[in-house]
């Protein structure tokens, strides 16, 4: 699987060139820690190695291509204090590159060195580009290790010219393969045991981090995390997009939007569920719940493989902006982004917010979430109901259809209380 992913990405690069990709390393947090360390998602898409210091390098030359590991040799002292980490045999065996082409991580500078030196010309010809993730997420970002390694190269290889390769990677993990849609599957089935937990132990007077504690028995039960800080958030609250502190005591005869999910071996379920805290519905709340879920379904349904991003969006807005008519919430359809005020939905795998060319037509095999809302500050009511589906031309696949979301399914359950 991990040779097919870097067979594919090489076909995309310039020939006669060389790519770099690193694993990361965990940042400094205190005199004596360091931060959790969290590998480089497009490392591990191609390689399956989830350890620090590694480093990735692929050849594409005289109609040759090769990949290269290199990797900390085996501490035996390090070993008794954090673990061995892979050896070179066991890197190889993950990763299906030849044991041949395993190396220490200390050679890295060298072996570059050689491969452009006139004597190895011979094996893969003249290298003339170099190709490293120099995405930036804003001006102010700090270095990552390949834009200091980029740095090091124009130093001292000016006749190399330096390229992104952000795009190629991200329109690579845009199309999800079975081992990839099964391991979110995996995501959203413990999703969804924590959410019935959730529905099991809510009810007006808990705060909404006493609930917040349920979900996380669920997920460390099944030694998961969050793929991303969990939304609790009733009544009012949930009129805040990204309403994260969790703090207040939930009001009866109020709704909570909980938006939540699991990371289970890197890949992420995104899931949102709007409940009432005492278990039912009033009229009005039932009213927007139905526009929201309407949005919801109909979108899912709607979506295929060629729309653009602002088709996708354009489509369940105008469903959203009919139902705030009826709902007697505005007049003119411009006056929506006073209730809705987010996108229809992103791309989702690796990261939540998972990687992507947005500019492209969606392709066949990507996941995207659907995660339409209304969101009404004056009468302290905020929804979003969100699915996570595969884009497919034979019929999109909801991942999360088994979590209910139809008000007399979501009544009936709490009911059984």
Not at 96 to 102: G, Y
Not at 262 to 291: H, M, W
Not at 401 to 411: A, F, G, L, R, Y
Request: hydrophobic content about 35%; aromatic content about 10%; glycine content about 6%.
């Amino acid at each position: 699987m991990f040779n097919q992913r870097r067979e594919r990405y090489l076909k995309e690069v310039k020939d006669q060139s060389l790519s770099f990709i690193f694993s990361g390393v965990a940042p400094q947090k205190s005199n004596d820690q360091n931060y959790h360390f969290s590998v480089n998602r497009s490392f591990y898409y191609l390689t399956g190695i989830k350890q620090q210091n590694v480093v990735l390098m692929m050849v594409k030359g005289n109609e040759k291509t090769n990949s290269y590991l290199f990797i900390e040799a085996i501490d035996p002292v390090k070993a008794l204090w954090d673990g061995a980490g892979l050896s070179f045999e066991e890197a190889s065996e993950l990763t299906e590159i030849p044991l041949e082409n395993i190396k220490e991580i200390k050679e890295v500078n060298s072996f570059l060195n050689d491969l452009l030196s006139t004597n190895r010309r011979a094996l893969y010809g003249l290298i003339e580009t170099m190709y490293l993730d120099l995405e930036r997420q804003s001006e102010n970002s700090l270095p990552t290790k390949a834009h200091m390694f980029g740095k090091h190269v124009q130093e001292t290889y000016p006749f190399i010219k330096l390229q992104t390769n952000q795009l190629i990677l991200a329109e690579l993990r845009t199309i999800k393969d079975q081992y990839e849609i099964d391991q979110v599957k995996k995501a959203v089935s413990i999703t969804k045991d924590g959410i019935d937990k959730i529905m099991d132990t809510i009810k007006p007077g808990v705060f909404e981090y006493e609930v917040q504690a349920e979900y996380n028995y669920i997920l460390n039960r099944n030694r998961t995390t969050p793929s991303f800080d969990t939304i609790a958030a009733s009544g009012k609250n949930a009129t805040v997009l990204h309403y994260i502190e969790n703090d207040s005591k939930i009001p009866d005869n109020t709704l909570v939007l909980f938006d939540l999910g699991v990371d289970y071996d890197y890949y992420c379920s995104d899931v949102s569920r709007t409940l009432p805290a005492n278990g039912k519905f009033s009229d009005r709340q039932k009213a927007i719940y139905e526009v929201v879920l309407e949005a919801n379904k109909k979108t899912i349904e709607w979506l295929k493989p060629g729309v653009t991003m602002k088709e996708f969006n354009d489509y369940g807005k105008q469903i959203l902006i009919e139902g705030a008519k009826k709902l007697g919430l505005i007049k003119e359809d411009s006056e929506i982004t006073k209730y809705y005020y987010h996108s229809l939905g992103h791309y989702l795998g690796l990261d939540v917010h998972d990687v992507g060319n947005y500019s492209r037509p969606i392709p066949e095999g990507a996941l995207i979430t659907v995660e339409p809302g209304l969101y009404i500050a004056e009468e302290g009511i905020g929804i979003r109901i969100e699915d996570d589906i595969v884009v497919k031309d034979s019929g999109n696949i909801n991942l999360t259809k088994d979590i209910i979301k139809e008000v007399k399914d979501i009544e009936a359950y709490m009911a059984k209380r």
